[in-house]
């Protein structure tokens, strides 16, 4: 038979074969003969071309005749009751006499089905009974062999194997489809002089959609020999509709030329294809290959058909087997994740350094960035990258639970350069207004794929029109894929969805819980200010007293003391003093978290200005360095004049008077504040003084906390540092000291505009 071109002006390319009607081919194959019945007086409305040859009676003669008057059935009563009494989807074969033209009875299996409003009834020459039985019990004992298998390559590869064994085809093959419907062939067993298929991949174009649907639902097709010449159904279209008989379920359905030639490149001349299913779903096909034409019994056609649909539950069974531990395994991971972000740690601090999030779904790397927090675990991009990533996830994301792509680079060109790192993305909202987001990576996989030939097939020109013809060699074909990682499966994005469902209701929990303490710590906070304030300014009336008397006692009566008496009227004098000290310092303190900011645009290089002219005589023999301009922020400058005031004075204040050389630094640049994953802009002020031993960096910023003795390094209340904190976050930053003891302290500090 020949391939008929397609009509003038029809587009040519690779979805021209999802186009072509194969369930309505106007033909069957011509080893059996169709006839299409109406019912219910079974009246014969269509025959196959060929019904004269196994029949024995002219097309003409059948056409509009009951089928149970049509000459030469025999037994048409018994015949007509089976047919009425048939389920929809039919049965068979049931068994058929037929005296030919010649006086012969000729014995045939008939298969019927209902389709479309019609009996379509098959009529084929009946095959050898005899090793019915045995081909059953051969698919039985194949099963039980296969009871023992556990994973799913191993046992493609044993059906393969069994199915050869018990059909006899040259070469059978699993063909597994993937979710892009390309082809893997995931086992083989063949004759020995064929050359291997194994592990070829062929496109999606291959097997058209239309073809996996017939697959579908049918799941046994077979073809004798591809060198048939079509018998064709007369007439080719229905009076009641003007359409042709819809054949799709029709064991006898004559095949796409296209299909015909694909196999003739092959050297293929007989097949016979299983339909392996997932659920309602195309999971693969058992393809049978054969290089001479090849008779399919009925007994073997229906062991096959039954092998088909016990290997598919033993396929699913196998299948959800080793999803099943790849899941338990997930969920052990899982448990102990949610332990550990149970615990009072905020997230996503707690997740600094717990690589136990890659394991969730088998990533390579991960962000982690909740509101203005960030932990990065594994390998990631640089932190510029990392900003234009989440950047980008924001702007792509339409809602749905999880974000996926294994071809980032492909999909977005811009971040080619973070291939090595993020070719693959998985990304998870965890927050209801989807600005934070776990980020799980995969690197680039450079992998070569082996095709059965090129996948793209060519178009030739015909005298007719352009038509597509099939691949002509399907001698290995390599193709070097890149900028792809390894795709995410099933198991990892149900992982993904489930942690991420867990994650929100911890981080909103969490939100609950902060929302409610802050509520409280304000009003603690209010009352604790209220108190400070009044306690601070009540104690100075008594202090005041107590000050009075004393300077009366040394007025009038100093020199009736003797030189004891005289030493106490002094310490009295000064601990009193320093007592005024610390409420004044108290009272301020107290009015700084009360007083209201007053934010503007703040030139901080003026700040630091009027800062070093207060301290113009103590900076006599220190260099002041300010590498760059400062920025211009919105803040209170006279708070954070004094917040510069106080951090200035201590440089000066712990210089180390055995070093030749005094230096104070002043400059903005990115630093980390202390568990925070990201740099953040800073200022900064430095100096090459004493410094802090590490085992006091966190206790320096408690009120009336000194270091060393009162009267070293020009005394002091040891409030200083703890205004300046307060100061900072008032203006929503963070304030934290870097220090190496004798080389000297970095005090760093960030600020954020307190009325954004």
Same mark, same amino acid.
């Given at each position: 038979?020949?391939?008929? !071109?397609?009509?003038?002006?029809?587009? &040519?390319?690779?979805?021209?074969?999802?186009?072509?009607?194969?369930?309505?081919?106007?033909?069957?194959?011509?080893?059996?003969?169709?006839?299409?019945?109406?019912?219910?007086?079974?009246?014969?409305?269509?025959?196959?071309?060929?019904?004269?040859?196994?029949?024995?009676?002219? &097309?003409?003669?059948? @056409?509009?005749? /009951?089928? !149970? #008057?049509?000459?030469?059935?025999?037994?048409?009563?018994?015949?007509?009751?089976?047919?009425?009494?048939?389920?929809?989807?039919?049965?068979?074969?049931?068994?058929?006499?037929?005296?030919?033209?010649?006086?012969?009875?000729?014995?045939?299996?008939?298969?019927?089905?209902? +389709?479309?409003?019609?009996?379509?009834?098959?009529?084929?020459?009946?095959?050898?009974?005899?090793?019915?039985?045995?081909?059953?019990?051969?698919?039985?004992?194949?099963?039980?062999?296969?009871?023992?298998?556990?994973?799913?390559?191993?046992?493609?590869?044993?059906?393969?194997?069994?199915?050869?064994?018990?059909?006899?085809?040259?070469?059978?093959?699993?063909?597994?489809?993937?979710?892009?419907?390309?082809?893997? =062939?995931?086992?083989?067993?063949?004759?020995?002089?064929?050359?291997?298929?194994?592990?070829?991949?062929?496109?999606?174009?291959?097997?058209? *959609?239309?073809?996996?649907?017939?697959?579908?639902?049918?799941?046994?097709?077979?073809?004798?020999?591809?060198?048939?010449?079509?018998?064709?159904?007369?007439?080719?279209?229905?009076?009641?509709?003007?359409?042709?008989?819809?054949?799709?379920?029709?064991?006898?359905?004559?095949?796409?030329?296209?299909?015909?030639?694909?196999?003739?490149?092959?050297? *293929?001349?007989?097949?016979?294809?299983?339909?392996?299913?997932?659920?309602?779903?195309?999971?693969?096909?058992?393809?049978?290959?054969?290089?001479?034409?090849?008779?399919?019994?009925?007994?073997?056609?229906?062991?096959?058909?039954?092998?088909?649909? =016990?290997?598919?539950?033993?396929?699913?069974?196998? #299948?959800?087997?080793?999803?099943?531990?790849?899941?338990?395994?997930?969920?052990?991971?899982?448990?102990?994740?949610?332990?550990?972000?149970?615990?009072?740690?905020?997230?996503?601090?707690?997740?600094?350094?717990?690589?136990?999030?890659?394991? =969730?779904?088998?990533?390579?790397?991960?962000?982690?960035?909740?509101?203005?927090?960030?932990?990065?675990?594994?390998?990631?991009?640089?932190?510029?990258?990392?900003?234009?990533?989440?950047?980008?996830?924001?702007?792509?994301?339409?809602?749905?639970?999880?974000?996926?792509?294994?071809? @980032?680079?492909?999909?977005? /060109?811009?971040?080619?350069?973070?291939?090595?790192?993020?070719?693959?993305?998985?990304? %998870?909202?965890?927050?209801?207004?989807?600005?934070?987001?776990?980020?799980?990576?995969?690197?680039?996989?450079?992998?070569?794929?082996?095709?059965?030939?090129?996948?793209?097939?060519?178009?030739?020109?015909?005298?007719?029109?352009?038509?597509?013809?099939?691949?002509?060699?399907?001698?290995?074909?390599?193709?070097?894929?890149?900028?792809?990682?390894?795709?995410?499966?099933? %198991?990892?994005?149900?992982?993904?969805?489930?942690?991420?469902?867990?994650? *929100?209701?911890?981080?909103?929990?969490?939100?609950?819980?902060?929302?409610?303490?802050?509520?409280?710590?304000?009003?603690?906070?209010?009352?604790?200010?209220?108190? %400070?304030?009044?306690?601070?300014?009540?104690?100075?009336?008594?202090?005041?007293?107590?000050?009075?008397?004393? +300077?009366? @006692?040394?007025?009038?009566?100093?020199?009736?003391?003797?030189?004891?008496?005289?030493?106490?009227?002094?310490?009295?004098?000064?601990?009193?003093?320093?007592?005024?000290?610390?409420?004044?310092?108290?009272? +301020?303190?107290?009015?700084?978290?009360?007083?209201?900011?007053?934010?503007?645009?703040?030139?901080?290089?003026?700040?630091?200005?009027?800062?070093?002219?207060?301290?113009?005589?103590?900076?006599?023999?220190?260099?002041?360095?300010?590498?760059?301009?400062?920025?211009? *922020?919105?803040?209170?400058?006279?708070?954070?004049?004094?917040?510069?005031?106080?951090?200035?004075?201590?440089?000066?204040?712990? #210089?180390?008077?055995?070093?030749?050389?005094?230096?104070?630094?002043?400059?903005?640049?990115?630093?980390? !504040?202390?568990?925070?994953?990201? !740099?953040?802009? %800073?200022?900064?002020?430095?100096?090459?003084?004493?410094?802090?031993?590490?085992?006091?960096?966190?206790?320096?910023?408690?009120?009336?906390?000194?270091?060393?003795?009162?009267?070293?390094?020009?005394?002091?209340?040891?409030?200083?540092?703890?205004?300046?904190?307060?100061?900072?976050?008032?203006?929503?930053?963070?304030?934290?000291?870097?220090?190496?003891?004798?080389?000297?302290?970095?005090?760093?500090?960030?600020?954020?505009?307190?009325?954004?």
């Amino acid at each position: 038979m020949s391939l008929q !071109p397609l009509p003038a002006g029809t587009p &040519v390319d690779l979805t021209t074969c999802d186009r072509e009607p194969i369930h309505v081919p106007g033909a069957i194959q011509p080893h059996g003969v169709l006839l299409v019945l109406d019912e219910p007086d079974l009246v014969i409305r269509h025959a196959s071309a060929n019904a004269a040859e196994l029949l024995g009676v002219p &097309v003409p003669q059948l @056409l509009g005749t /009951p089928l !149970p #008057q049509a000459a030469g059935v025999p037994d048409a009563a018994a015949l007509a009751r089976e047919l009425t009494g048939l389920q929809d989807r039919g049965a068979g074969p049931i068994a058929v006499g037929w005296i030919g033209g010649d006086g012969d009875t000729r014995r045939l299996d008939a298969f019927a089905h209902r +389709h479309d409003g019609l009996l379509l009834l098959e009529l084929v020459p009946a095959g050898d009974r005899a090793g019915h039985d045995d081909r059953y019990a051969g698919v039985r004992e194949v099963l039980r062999r296969l009871a023992g298998v556990t994973g799913v390559v191993e046992l493609a590869d044993r059906v393969a194997q069994e199915v050869r064994a018990m059909t006899g085809f040259d070469r059978v093959m699993v063909y597994r489809f993937a979710p892009d419907w390309s082809g893997h =062939v995931i086992a083989e067993h063949r004759r020995a002089d064929l050359e291997s298929f194994l592990d070829l991949h062929y496109p999606a174009s291959d097997i058209p *959609v239309q073809a996996r649907e017939l697959y579908r639902t049918n799941w046994v097709r077979a073809i004798l020999d591809i060198r048939y010449e079509p018998a064709v159904l007369e007439p080719p279209l229905r009076s009641d509709t003007g359409a042709p008989v819809d054949l799709s379920h029709a064991v006898l359905r004559s095949v796409s030329p296209m299909h015909l030639e694909y196999l003739a490149n092959m050297d *293929v001349r007989a097949t016979l294809t299983i339909s392996l299913m997932d659920g309602s779903r195309l999971w693969g096909l058992i393809a049978c290959h054969h290089g001479d034409r090849k008779e399919l019994p009925w007994p073997l056609r229906a062991a096959a058909e039954f092998l088909g649909e =016990v290997v598919s539950l033993h396929l699913s069974t196998t #299948q959800d087997s080793e999803e099943h531990a790849e899941r338990a395994r997930i969920r052990g991971v899982q448990r102990e994740l949610v332990d550990r972000l149970s615990e009072p740690e905020a997230f996503p601090s707690a997740l600094v350094g717990d690589e136990r999030l890659l394991d =969730v779904v088998g990533a390579t790397g991960a962000i982690v960035q909740v509101g203005d927090e960030r932990v990065l675990l594994g390998r990631t991009p640089p932190p510029e990258r990392v900003d234009a990533l989440l950047r980008h996830v924001r702007r792509s994301d339409d809602g749905s639970p999880l974000l996926v792509t294994a071809t @980032l680079p492909r999909d977005e /060109p811009s971040f080619d350069d973070v291939r090595d790192v993020a070719a693959g993305v998985l990304g %998870a909202p965890v927050s209801v207004d989807r600005r934070d987001w776990i980020l799980w990576l995969r690197p680039e996989v450079v992998r070569t794929v082996s095709w059965g030939g090129d996948p793209t097939k060519p178009v030739e020109q015909s005298p007719d029109g352009m038509r597509l013809q099939p691949r002509r060699s399907f001698a290995l074909w390599r193709e070097t894929v890149d900028r792809s990682a390894q795709p995410w499966t099933a %198991a990892e994005l149900q992982a993904a969805e489930e942690l991420r469902s867990t994650i *929100v209701g911890v981080v909103v929990r969490r939100a609950e819980d902060l929302a409610a303490l802050n509520l409280e710590l304000e009003r603690s906070n209010a009352e604790l200010d209220q108190f %400070a304030f009044i306690a601070s300014h009540d104690l100075k009336e008594p202090l005041r007293g107590l000050t009075n008397y004393v +300077h009366y @006692l040394t007025e009038d009566h100093l020199a009736d003391l003797d030189e004891a008496g005289r030493d106490q009227v002094a310490t009295i004098m000064r601990l009193a003093g320093r007592m005024e000290d610390l409420i004044d310092t108290l009272l +301020h303190y107290s009015r700084v978290g009360r007083i209201d900011l007053a934010v503007s645009d703040t030139d901080m290089g003026d700040v630091l200005a009027q800062t070093l002219a207060i301290h113009e005589g103590s900076l006599r023999g220190i260099e002041v360095r300010v590498p760059r301009p400062l920025p211009t *922020v919105r803040c209170d400058a006279v708070r954070v004049r004094e917040l510069l005031n106080n951090l200035v004075s201590n440089a000066i204040k712990y #210089q180390d008077p055995d070093k030749d050389e005094h230096w104070i630094e002043v400059t903005h640049e990115p630093r980390t !504040p202390p568990g925070a994953g990201v !740099p953040e802009p %800073a200022f900064v002020v430095r100096d090459n003084g004493i410094g802090i031993r590490e085992k006091h960096l966190e206790t320096i910023f408690r009120i009336f906390k000194r270091l060393h003795a009162r009267d070293r390094f020009g005394g002091g209340t040891g409030a200083g540092l703890t205004l300046a904190e307060k100061i900072v976050q008032r203006h929503h930053g963070r304030i934290w000291a870097e220090s190496v003891h004798g080389e000297g302290t970095e005090m760093c500090f960030t600020l954020k505009d307190p009325d954004a």
